[in-house]
């Protein structure tokens, strides 16, 4: 018996469901200025990300700091110190879907770190007194509010024992294609 043949009624439930994803991945160069002119670069690292996500017009900001700590030397190669310095970000991640029925209302966002924030090169500036510091980072950030899902109701109710429900999907080949490595994780 095929659902499409019977005379279908309907009901909207409200849920909350993910109603906009978006993710973006992006470079940035940050100048940090050591107290001493550096001969070298020894190394460089990033510590204490911390973030938050809100609503932004057609997008999701992520706002965030991290510390940039450099290990260099100076003097010709004689001492050595660290130079710490705390940066500020904002960083605008545009909704890649959206779904244009939910209620704007009851919109929460969220951002989850995909590529935490990482150092991928450091170079002493032409003038010599400052460190050039070259940061990768990616975000995936969803937007989870009220929406309407439409579902077929069965007006006598379903008795699943012996009974086969054709849903008028197709034939289940259609999904033997499907590459199961791009699907997401969690759905």
Not at 14 to 25: E, H, S, Y
Not at 56 to 76: Q, R
Not at 80 to 101: H, I, N, Q
Request: proline share 4%; charged share 30%; hydrophobic share 35%.
């Amino acid at each position: 018996m095929a659902i499409a043949d019977k005379r279908l009624q309907r009901r909207e439930i409200i849920t909350k469901a993910v109603c906009g994803k978006g993710r973006k991945f992006s470079t940035i160069t940050h100048t940090v200025t050591p107290p001493h002119h550096p001969t070298s670069i020894l190394g460089a690292w990033i510590i204490n990300h911390q973030y938050e996500a809100v609503k932004s017009g057609d997008g999701i900001e992520v706002i965030g700091s991290y510390d940039i700590n450099i290990w260099y030397s100076y003097n010709k190669n004689s001492q050595t110190d660290v130079a710490k310095e705390t940066v500020s970000y904002v960083e605008v991640v545009p909704l890649s879907y959206v779904d244009p029925k939910h209620r704007s209302t009851t919109e929460e966002v969220s951002a989850d770190a995909t590529h935490e924030p990482n150092c991928v090169e450091a170079t002493i500036s032409s003038n010599g007194s400052s460190v050039l510091i070259r940061v990768e980072r990616e975000f995936a950030v969803e937007m989870v509010a009220e929406t309407k899902v439409f579902v077929v109701v069965d007006p006598n109710g379903f008795d699943d024992e012996g009974k086969d429900v054709d849903f008028g999907l197709g034939d289940e080949e259609d999904f033997e294609d499907l590459d199961s490595d791009l699907l997401e994780d969690e759905l």
